[in-house]
T-cell receptor, first 115, second 111 residues
Framework: NAGVTQTPKFQVLKTGQSMTLQCAQDMNHNSMYWYRQDPGMGLRLIYYSASEGTTDKGEVPNGYNVSRLNKREFSLRLESAAPSQTSVYFC??????????????FGEGSRLTVL | GQQLNQSPQSMFIQEGEDVSMNCTSS?????WLWYKQDPGEGPVLLIA?????ELTSNGRLTAQFGITRKDSFLNISASIPSDVGIYFC???????????FGAGTQVVVTP
């Protein structure tokens, strides 16, 4: 089973360039999330989608946009990349109220460097 | 917003030693979770705690949900090399809410 799949795994951008991180899950989960991980700061929520057709801001949404394309896919877009967006990005999914409450299933991460 | 303080930030231990780490929160949670992140991978759930005072084990791992609902700890007994990684605590107020993550504890195990 693939679980949560993220692409690309690595990307180098120049300041001002744009790019989209793709995420797809095959577990029929309702909710999907984008986190960024920075040293010493843990995982911080950028945006989430509680269900298909809805998206909401998390802790650190500035500089990002998201699209919940369908139940399976949730993309994260950087319109004009900045060095401060150098980070490892994780997509995650779950269905609240099912399985272990609170358990998130994570992708393998996308390492982004902005020069 | 809620603040989760996880300590220690890092630990260098010898194989066979026990490891202990904890998380404290400025507000109460109704669920505490502990995740482990292997190098180059996404975090994976280790243990979930749903009731104040609850003590739960998963193999060599033991975690407790603090009685005040503002803290939790994780113990790893008799560490082995594959215990290397970053351990994250996470708290949740209700099953529909978002998770709040601690900053992580980096564990390094030397032979």
């Amino acid at each position: 089973n693939a679980g949560v799949t993220q692409t690309p795994k690595f990307q180098v951008l120049k300041t001002g360039q744009s790019m989209t991180l793709q995420c797809a899950q095959d577990m029929n989960h309702n909710s999907m999330y984008w986190y960024r991980q920075d040293p010493g700061m843990g995982l911080r929520l950028i945006y989430y989608s509680a269900s298909e057709g809805t998206t909401d801001k998390g802790e650190v949404p500035n500089g990002y946009n998201v699209s919940r394309l369908n139940k399976r896919e949730f993309s994260l877009r950087l319109e004009s990349a900045a060095p401060s967006q150098t980070s490892v990005y994780f997509c995650a999914s779950r269905t609240p109220g099912q399985g272990f409450p609170g358990e998130l299933f994570f992708g393998e991460g996308s390492r982004l460097t902005v020069l | 917003g809620q603040q989760l303080n996880q300590s220690p930030q890092s630990m260098f231990i010898q194989e066979g030693e026990d490891v202990s780490m904890n998380c404290t929160s400025s507000s109460i949670f109704n669920t505490w979770l502990w995740y482990k992140q292997d190098p180059g991978e996404g975090p994976v759930l280790l243990i979930a705690l749903y009731k104040a005072g609850e003590l739960t084990s998963n193999g060599r791992l033991t975690a407790q949900f603090g009685i005040t609902r503002k803290d939790s700890f994780l113990n790893i007994s008799a560490s082995i090399p594959s215990d290397v990684g970053i351990y994250f605590c996470a708290g949740q107020l209700n099953s529909w809410g978002k998770l709040q993550f601690g900053a992580g504890t980096q564990v390094v195990v030397t032979p």
